[in-house]
């Protein structure tokens, strides 16, 4: 079955960065984009933008360009979000999700999320 | 502040109906883009509900029901069960932003 599993709950400083991990099983990693989508405490969810797992390009949100990396290893079907310049406002839940296919626009799969916790 | 508005609750009785809206704009839902909605309990992984207004995937029940008109869509749940209590999301797509955008979430309680 199709799985997407994150890598756990991470604190961090101001300032500092973090990257977090979630690992495909279940289908064909590179023939589905991943996206990356958070949620604050007591907030809606925000997409932060999306990687194509074959080519490796990805397409960030506009609050987020800059400041966060989306990368990926096809040799262990995992994909990788980094946030750096971290700030107290980027504690939230963040997670993958799959687009099944390009131009779906919506994800049938997600992971099971990753708290970052950003306090001095 | 979310793109798509949702009313932050609804409650039903089990076996009752209970409807969900999800409004957008001429940018997102209104330009023609599908809605998606989703159902989350807190700390688990958010689980498709509804796909292109109205379409369920494998092994959603019935109960569940997507429509969209203008620049609006529904979920509606008939037949409310006690395991239905969680936070739905609708979901599109926004051409302004570039961007998936999404509504702020309800709260179900089934009472």
């Known amino acids: 079955q199709i799985q997407l599993v994150q890598s756990g709950a991470e604190v961090r400083k101001p300032g500092a960065s973090v990257k977090v991990s979630c690992k495909a099983s279940g289908y064909t990693f590179t023939a589905s984009y991943i996206h990356w989508v958070r949620q604050a405490p007591g907030q809606g969810h925000e997409w932060m933008g999306w990687i194509d797992p074959n080519s490796g390009g990805a397409i960030y949100g506009e609050k987020f360009q800059g400041r966060v990396t989306m990368t990926r290893d096809t040799s262990s079907s995992t994909a990788y979000m980094e946030v750096s310049s971290l700030r107290s406002d980027d504690t939230a839940v963040y997670y993958c999700?799959?687009?099944?296919?390009?131009?779906?626009?919506?994800?049938?799969?997600w992971g099971q999320g990753t708290l970052v916790t950003v306090s001095s | 502040q979310s793109v798509l508005t949702q009313p932050p609750s609804v409650s039903g009785a089990p076996g009752q109906r209970v409807t969900i809206s999800c409004t957008g704009n001429s940018s997102n839902i209104g330009a023609g883009y599908d809605v998606h909605w989703y159902q989350h309990l807190p700390g688990t992984a958010p689980k498709l509900l509804i796909y292109r207004n109205n379409n369920r995937p494998s092994g959603v029940p019935d109960r569940f029901f997507g429509s969209k008109s203008g620049t609006s869509a529904s979920l509606a749940i008939t037949g409310l069960q006690a395991e239905d209590e969680a936070d739905y999301y609708c979901?599109?797509?926004?051409?302004?932003?570039?961007?998936?955008?999404f509504g702020g979430g309800t709260k179900l309680t089934v009472l």
């Open positions: 999700a799959r687009e099944p296919q390009g131009g779906s626009f919506y994800s049938d799969y």
């Open positions: 979901q599109s797509y926004d051409r302004s932003l570039s961007a998936w955008v």
